[in-house]
């Protein structure tokens, strides 16, 4: 989503605006701030990625 939103600001920043383009720039920044709340209040964000033991010999 971050490369998405990248994209999209690149695009205005590059030239004129295509239809559609602000609200759909508007809907992933508001998804990504959904995200971002739901990940504090679960603490993940602060949370390594649990690895199978074996990870090397699978």
Do not use: W, Y
Not at 10 to 30: F, M, N, T, V, W
Not at 37 to 54: D, I, V
């Amino acid at each position: 989503m971050e490369r998405q939103l990248a994209g999209l600001i690149d695009a205005i920043a590059d030239g004129p605006r295509a239809p559609g383009l602000q609200g759909k720039l508007d809907e992933l920044g508001s998804r990504k701030a959904v995200l971002e709340a739901e990940l504090r209040e679960t603490g993940k964000a602060s949370q390594a990625p649990a690895l199978h033991p074996n990870l090397a010999e699978v």
